[in-house]
């Protein structure tokens, strides 16, 4: 209960901060089932980002972060209810077993399957590990879009700048039948599922982009 209402308290002063920093456009909201696991997928170009994924969805979602977050004070307190560790390394079979669980239990998990932050605001290659989670746990996804967040919060910079900022969700992807597809070797089968996401975020970012 209280958790509940500091997430919704924190979700609405990031949605009002952005909207007199320049404004805050979500498209595609009602993209995102309100019941059951389901994987948000986005691109990555600021590391506002997930702040921003988790005050526009309609549901409270749960990060995968990067373990050292955790390691710093009050940083690590406040984080540890809305998200879990991932060695950005060497993702750990327990970290996947972890993610599956959650997203069988009915979470709403947010995740970029790039990996890491684009420093030059392109799309990149996705990582298998998003392929991993939707082949496992069978849940959907839906492919997100984050524009002007780098504009908003540049690399290196110490505090906002004013932009506008327009998150996209396109409809969810349903990978159920993804386990029993032949021909395709487990790995290879992860690859062929993070690129389809990202290629529909790309699609995305055609009619989107800025």
């Not at 500091?6 to 909207?19: G, S």
């Not at 989670?133 to 908003?152: H, N």
């Amino acid at each position: 209960m209280v958790y509940n209402f500091f997430y919704k308290l924190v979700a609405l002063i990031i949605r009002l901060v952005c909207r007199i920093n320049g404004g805050l456009e979500v498209i595609g909201k009602d993209n995102i089932p309100l019941e059951g696991g389901v994987i948000v997928a986005a691109n990555h170009i600021s590391y506002l980002d997930p702040l921003l994924i988790g005050a526009v969805v309609p549901r409270n979602a749960t990060f995968m972060a990067r373990k050292g977050l955790f390691e710093i004070p009050v940083l690590g307190w406040m984080i540890k209810d809305a998200a879990f560790p991932v060695d950005r390394e060497r993702t750990r079979p327990s970290t996947i077993k972890e993610a599956v669980r959650r997203l069988k239990k009915g979470e709403l998990i947010a995740m970029f399957p790039e990996g890491r932050r684009s420093e030059t605001g392109e799309l990149m290659e996705a990582r298998r590990g998003i392929g991993m989670l939707a082949c496992l746990s069978k849940a959907p996804v839906v492919p997100a879009l984050i524009t002007g967040s780098d504009r908003a919060l540049p690399v290196d910079a110490g505090w906002l700048k004013r932009a506008k900022i327009t998150v996209v969700f396109g409809k969810p992807v349903y990978f159920t039948s993804a386990a029993d597809e032949k021909g395709y070797r487990n790995h290879e089968l992860h690859e062929k599922i993070s690129n389809e996401v990202m290629t529909a975020i790309r699609e995305m970012k055609k009619n989107y982009g800025d």
